[in-house]
Structure formats: structure tokens, C-alpha cells
């Protein structure tokens, strides 16, 4: 696949357009594109002396920070002005922007329907996220699913993003059948965050699929069902059974846990029950992977990096933005995924596992 246009121009045009404060200058408006960044990529570029090829009116350089700008919301009035030092007077028209997203659009088309089989991914992290953005005048909530994959030697790797309407059985279906298609085997284990849209979707796929419920998901949910008195308290035993330094400990503490809160709050036990088993499948995987195999919180990292870059942003053009930021973001190399620890013992969970 060739090279992603305008990815690299991404990060430093996102995070110079937003308000920010300059010694002696004040304050920018959320609407004004600073052109700090694009005159120091002038300065290299003029620098590095590239020959435009023939026929083409502008470097593949002044591209990505167009389309860089694009994506951080600007129009094509403001683009053509922060970029008038690298444009010199050339034309600039809304189609030429237009290219430029088709181009990328392209890219993320053609990465959605990639082949899996090569990846050899042996966990699959999934959950939905709920982005607040600002297109045009409103400020809405774009829903999109998110799959992440784990491979054989440690590296995490984002499979799968799409809007939807909502977290349903069907839209979770739709995903999981992607991948299939694209030849996702069944992984050893899937971390998802107990939406039970999810939840039937991978059963329905993969009967006897281990699955393993987020436990600050659902320590979110027993927070919910207890009197705010006794919330701390909760926490502390929570993190004593979740956190326990062995199988047997895990056990022996959540024996406790349900006489206690049974009688304390029996709506607690009842919200565990509603996890049972699934809430302790990392039990059956290496120790040194425990850490990892308890939450989705590698997913959360990547929405909460999302959302810093576009909290400040005066507007996307569109949803469909929403994706193409995202997968910007990733093929930049912004978001960083590092490896699983304890993946070094993943053939031994394999075989656990089996």
C-alpha cells in the first residue's frame, strides 16, 4: 500500500491551529490557523530543493498540510491563506481539496478491507466510542466501533473503525462478519466491555469464544449500585479481589466479596453475577499478561488521545471526518500502541488457552 498523503502533516497542523498563547501576541481566536508550522515546512522544504514532477502544480509536501489543515477545519478560504507562502500565488480550488480527501478516503477504504490473515492475532479487543466533535455549528456525539487485535509477538494493531448508529447486536455483527471475511481466525480470548450487543455478536460468530469483561467497566457498574458512603469501600475490596496475586488469592477474595456485599448491598452481587465467570477468564492466561487481560483500557488510551487533539478544534467538516482524523492519527504514528506485556509468554497462553 503506498504511503498515506497528508498523515504527516496532521499532528503539527492539529495541535498549532488550536487556541493557545503566544508571549507578548495573546490569544488566537478558535477560528484563526496559525501559519507558524506550515513556514518552518517551507523552510525545509526550500532546504531540501524537491522538483515538482511534471504536470503537477504543488509538492506532495504543501498536500499533506492542506489536507492536514482540512481535517483540523478549515475551509478552503482559510487553507488557501495559511498556506500562501508555499502556494505562492498558485490556484488552489475547493476541488483540488476535494482530491486530496478523496485520496485519503481511498486509503482508508482500502486499509478497512485489508487482509487479517497475516496479522496472526490471538487477542481481539473491542468497545464502542462516543467522540463529542464539533461539526458546522453543533457540537454532537459520533458513535464509532472500534476493534483492536493482538498479535503473536506482542504488537497491538487497530483491525477495524466504523460508525454507527448505536452498540447492537446487529452493528457488532456487521463488524465481527468483516473481519471473518477478511480471514480473522478465532482469537484465544476477546476483551470487550459487557455490551451485550458485543457480547452475543462474538458469541453467535464464535461459540465458546473465552471472553473476558473489562473490570473497570464493571467496577463502574457496582459503583452505580451502591450508596455513596460506602463507595470507597467497594473500590478497596474490589481491587483486592481483582488484584490478587494469584489464582487462589483471586478466588478466596471474591468468596469474601459476595458474603460482605451480599448483606451490605445485594444489588452489588447482583451486577457481579451478571459477569460471573467472565469477569476472571484472565485467570487462565500467563500471570505476567494479568495486567493487560483485565481491561480495555488500550483502547481508552487511543480514544483519550482523539479526543485531546480535537477538543480545541473550531469544526470537522463531517462524521465521516471523524474516521479519516482517526486513522490519520494512527498512520502517523501519533498514537502510540506499545506491546502487550508479558507477550514473550503468548505460546504459553496458547496453549492454556487450548
Excluded at 486509503?107 to 466510542?129: H, K, P, T
Excluded at 456525539?141 to 447486536?169: F, H, I, Q, T
Excluded at 457496582?222 to 487462589?248: C, G, H
Aim: charged share 25%.
Amino acid at each position: 500500500m503506498r504511503a498515506l498523503s497528508g498523515v504527516e502533516a496532521l499532528i503539527p497542523l492539529i495541535t498549532s491551529t488550536t487556541n493557545r498563547r503566544q508571549s507578548g501576541v495573546g490569544r488566537y481566536s478558535s477560528s484563526s490557523f496559525s501559519t507558524t508550522a506550515l513556514l518552518c515546512s517551507a523552510s525545509l522544504a526550500a532546504k531540501r530543493s524537491v522538483t515538482v514532477p511534471r504536470y503537477q502544480r504543488r509538492t506532495a509536501r504543501v498536500d499533506e498540510a492542506i489536507l492536514g489543515l482540512y481535517l483540523a477545519g478549515a475551509n478552503t478560504r482559510r487553507v488557501r491563506g495559511a498556506l500562501a507562502p508555499l502556494l505562492r500565488d498558485a490556484p488552489m480550488s475547493k476541488d483540488a481539496v476535494s482530491r486530496l480527501v478523496g485520496r485519503l478516503a481511498d486509503d482508508f477504504s482500502a486499509w478497512s478491507e485489508r487482509d487479517l490473515a497475516s496479522e496472526r492475532i490471538r487477542y481481539l479487543l473491542q468497545d464502542g466510542w462516543f467522540p463529542k466533535v464539533r461539526i458546522g455549528k453543533r457540537r454532537v456525539v459520533v458513535p464509532v466501533l472500534v476493534s483492536l487485535g493482538v498479535r503473536a509477538d506482542g504488537k497491538r494493531v487497530v483491525l477495524d473503525m466504523r460508525l454507527a448508529g448505536e452498540e447492537s447486536a446487529a452493528s457488532w455483527g456487521e463488524v465481527v462478519a468483516s473481519l471473518v471475511r477478511r480471514n480473522l481466525g478465532m482469537p484465544a480470548l476477546a476483551l470487550i466491555d459487557g455490551n451485550p450487543g458485543l457480547h452475543a455478536a462474538l458469541q453467535q460468530q464464535w461459540p465458546g469464544l473465552a471472553i473476558q469483561r473489562c473490570t473497570v467497566h464493571k467496577l463502574r457498574n457496582l459503583e452505580a449500585k451502591t450508596p455513596v458512603r460506602f463507595r470507597e469501600e467497594l473500590r478497596e475490596d474490589y481491587r483486592r479481589m481483582i488484584y490478587a496475586e494469584s489464582a487462589t488469592h483471586v478466588q478466596k477474595a471474591r468468596a469474601a466479596f459476595i458474603r460482605k456485599w451480599k448483606l451490605r448491598c445485594p444489588a452489588v452481587i447482583v451486577s457481579l453475577d451478571e459477569a460471573g465467570d467472565e469477569l476472571f477468564t484472565f485467570l487462565r492466561f500467563p500471570a505476567s499478561q494479568w495486567k493487560a487481560l483485565r481491561t480495555t483500557n488500550a483502547l481508552e488510551r487511543i480514544n483519550e488521545e482523539f479526543r485531546r487533539r480535537t477538543k480545541t478544534q473550531s469544526s470537522l467538516p463531517s462524521s465521516d471526518a471523524v474516521l479519516l482524523l482517526l486513522f490519520g492519527l494512527l498512520r502517523s504514528g501519533a498514537v502510540k500502541l506499545r506491546a502487550l506485556d508479558g507477550w514473550k509468554d503468548m505460546p504459553k497462553a496458547d496453549q492454556d488457552a487450548a
